[in-house]
């Protein structure tokens, strides 16, 4: 569905259905207000009422809200898959217009890939009609942009782990590069045992599928900014060989969020245009078990020269990033900022539930502008407290670190402490490390999410760019 803003005068649309919005005080003087209350129709946000032979479909809502217009446009947007006119419209106005998009995009999404069959809606487009599109036609423009990269990134987790793993994400990142002008270097293998990458490369040993560590950068002439993102890429997380029970592995294709998360962030802000330089790292990888797998008892060196004592395989995606973030760390020096995605702990959802993201990191300023985008986008984020005290349960007898905790509480923080034990001293101010876990992914909707991915962190991130100065 295209969807099209348009001035009141020039909207003559035929076979349209037409959407109005109706508070319960306003449904008290409406037109139709009989025959609605006949049907039953109270205005009740959430609710939809069609009076077909008006060509007219009513949604009710509570008030104006952004969060209240944005869930009533994605119950409208389930609401008229089926029907058979050729478009809907809807006003908008400055204050309705991304919330009103992003419902629509977000909430309309569907993942048909491997659906033999699929309907095909007669609906083709969306009129957004407004007095004067000139003074809307940023916030358009931005907000159509931001929810296609979020289905962008919700298509990347969705599709299937044999369709998706390390060398055709780096295929599609390559393909990401060339239409959107970005730079790409690609590691296999060999350039990441010459880098030293053998924690990363641990992680994939078993697997058939070569992991790859992806670069792309997005750097405009004059950038205020330089901003490094790193995104948990684990294609697909059987555990290994401390290997997840049946229940617990189905859903693991989406133990890439991360990585698909930094790829529509480095899209979302090429296709806006930001004034700032944008480096995307993705650590590729598949988690298997096999007579090659890496094993609890091994003890890894990282990149950064630290030994890593294993003790459980499944926390296989601290090992890739404790790689990744030190290779992005010297590729992209005196950064601005460097944030990390990924699909972390089962512990951050015992935490926060499944609609919070995980915040960690030192820098309380940071955290709090970051809170402040993440309020604007309507994504939920919450900081879990770093404190020293878990920090010693990483203690080792026999290596430098260990890959797991030894107390089984605060799964979440340690593991964001130990990422913390890769980021460089002068980058410890610069960095956070959003565990999204909870968020990335969904079995039953929820506000704009459907069925799949979410493409969490995707609008947060993006306005927090956005908001740089
Ligand atoms: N990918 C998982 C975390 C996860 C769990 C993401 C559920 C989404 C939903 C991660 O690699 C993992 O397995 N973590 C372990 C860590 C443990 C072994 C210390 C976990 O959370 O159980
Ligand atoms: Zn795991
Ligand atoms: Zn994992």
Redesign the pocket.
């Given at each position: 569905m295209k969807i099209e803003l348009i001035d009141t005068k020039n909207f003559t649309a035929k076979e349209n259905l037409t959407v109005k919005l109706v508070t319960p005080e306003q449904l008290k003087n409406a037109k139709f207000k009989k025959t609605l209350k006949k049907s039953g129709f109270s205005a009740e946000q959430d609710t939809v009422c069609g009076m077909h032979g008006k060509s007219l479909l009513f949604c009710g809502i509570e008030n104006y809200d952004a969060q209240n217009l944005k869930t009533a446009a994605v119950t409208i947007a389930k609401a008229i898959k089926t029907v058979a006119y050729k478009s809907l419209s809807i006003e908008v106005d400055a204050k309705s217009i991304r919330p009103i998009i992003e419902g629509f995009i977000l909430g309309g999404y569907e993942f048909n890939t491997y659906k033999s069959k699929t309907k095909t809606s007669k609906l083709k487009k969306l009129y957004l009609i407004c007095e004067d599109v000139t003074p809307l036609t940023k916030a358009f423009e931005e907000a159509v942009v931001i929810s296609e990269a979020t289905c962008f990134t919700r298509d990347i987790v969705n599709t299937a782990p044999d369709d998706m793993h390390p060398e055709t994400l780096a295929k599609l990142a390559k393909k990401l590069a060339k239409d959107n002008k970005l730079e790409c270097n690609i590691l296999n293998k060999k350039a990441l045992k010459k880098e030293r990458c053998e924690a990363m490369l641990a992680v994939g040993r078993a697997s058939r599928h070569e992991s790859k560590l992806i670069h792309l950068a997005y750097k405009p002439q004059n950038a205020k900014k330089r901003i490094a993102l790193v995104g948990k890429g684990?294609t697909y997380?059987s555990?290994g060989l401390?290997l997840?029970p049946a229940t617990?592995m189905v859903t693991?294709k989406?133990?890439k969020a991360g990585a698909c998360a930094v790829l529509g962030i480095i899209k979302a802000v090429s296709e806006l245009q930001l004034d700032i330089e944008v480096h995307a790292f993705v650590g590729a990888v598949e988690n298997m078990i096999g007579g090659d797998a890496y094993k609890p008892d091994d003890v890894l060196r990282s990149r950064k020269g630290d030994t890593i004592e294993v003790r459980?395989t499944?926390?296989?995606?601290r090992l890739v990033l404790a790689d990744v973030l030190d290779y992005a760390q010297e590729k992209v020096k005196n950064p601005d900022y460097l944030f990390d995605f990924a699909?972390?702990?089962?512990?951050c959802?015992v935490a926060l539930g499944q609609y919070t993201t995980g915040v960690m990191g030192h820098s309380n300023r940071l955290r709090h502008d970051l809170s402040k985008a993440s309020r604007k986008a309507g994504e939920l984020t919450a900081t879990l407290p770093f404190n020293n005290h878990l920090k010693k349960q990483l203690k080792s007898e026999i290596a430098d670190i260990c890959n797991?905790s030894n107390k089984p509480y605060g799964?979440a923080i340690t593991?964001g402490l130990f990422l913390d034990n890769f980021i460089k001293e002068e980058n410890k101010e610069k960095w956070l490390h959003f565990d999204i876990?909870g968020t990335a992914y969904t079995e039953s909707p929820w506000d704009v999410n459907v069925h799949g991915a979410t493409g969490a962190g995707v609008r947060f991130m993006t306005q927090f760019l956005q908001s740089l100065k």
């Open positions: 684990l997380d555990g401390s997840k617990s693991m989406m133990d459980n499944d926390a296989e995606g699909t972390l702990t089962g512990a959802m797991i799964g593991a876990a």
